[in-house]
């Protein structure tokens, strides 16, 4: 079954500090994989996307995330987090080349930010 | 540019009622869906088209209807509301020839009390 699995809920870091939030997905075709964010009250914003070649790629405000096909992940990084990056994170897949671009979504992380 | 834009943005409905949310985006995508998000959950597919006049259902289509009568407007009904159906619901579309993910609406919030 197609699927995405956010293991972390909830994260805290300090500011300034590193980040790492899990996603791992179970899809069989080639997947094209996705990040968002989402700030308290807003919709959905994309973050970045990876459909093939290169497998780490950047984002918009400093993230990064790396597939990693042999362990079914596309973990999201940020190498110094800020107070506004407080929000909640989802992760998506879908099927690269498919007729309809449906995504899956993973449960989502809640991600505070101390000062 | 608006993108995509959701009517109302909150609404209380009692059991019962009926409402239509409206969703209408301004880029000629032809792929639009609408989903519900709920704590803990992360978003469901509720239903999609992929263009004026098709319609189909996602993973939690009960309860709800929709139409797509232009390549604009996809509105989603819900006939008789029950509070299961309290939820944040949002709307999206995607270009079927350039995927470069969903554009997401703000969402609507609607309580059924």
């Known amino acids: 079954a197609q699927s995405v699995t956010q293991p972390d809920i909830h994260i805290t870091v300090s500011e300034g500090a590193s980040l790492e939030l899990r996603c791992n997905y179970s899809?069989?075709?080639?997947?094209?994989l996705f990040w968002y964010v989402q700030s308290p009250g807003q919709g959905l914003q994309l973050l970045l996307k990876?459909?093939?070649?290169?497998?780490l790629v950047q984002g918009i405000k400093g993230f990064e995330a790396e597939f990693k096909r042999s362990q079914s992940s596309f973990n999201l990084r940020k190498p110094s987090v800020h107070w506004s990056d407080a929000a909640e994170y989802f992760c998506?897949?879908?099927?690269?080349?498919?007729?309809?671009?449906?995504?899956?979504f993973g449960t989502g992380t809640l991600l505070a930010v101390q000062p | 540019n608006a993108g995509v834009t959701q009517t109302p943005k909150f609404r209380i409905l009692k059991i019962g009622q009926s409402m239509t949310l409206q969703c209408t985006q301004d880029m000629n995508h032809n792929y639009m869906y609408w989903y519900r998000q709920d704590p803990g959950m992360g978003l469901k597919l509720i239903y999609y088209s992929v263009g004026a006049g098709i319609t189909d259902k996602g993973e939690v289509p009960n309860g709800y209807n929709v139409s797509r009568s232009t390549t604009e407007d996809f509105p989603l009904r819900l006939e008789l509301a029950a509070p299961s159906q309290t939820s944040v619901y949002f709307c999206?579309?995607?270009?079927?020839?350039?995927?470069?993910?969903?554009?997401f609406g703000s969402g609507t919030r609607l309580t059924v009390v």
């Open positions: 990876y459909f093939s070649g290169d497998t």
């Open positions: 899809y069989g075709a080639t997947p094209y």
């Open positions: 999206a579309s995607s270009d079927p020839r350039e995927f470069y993910g969903y554009t």
């Open positions: 998506a897949v879908g099927n690269y080349g498919g007729a309809t671009n449906k995504l899956i």
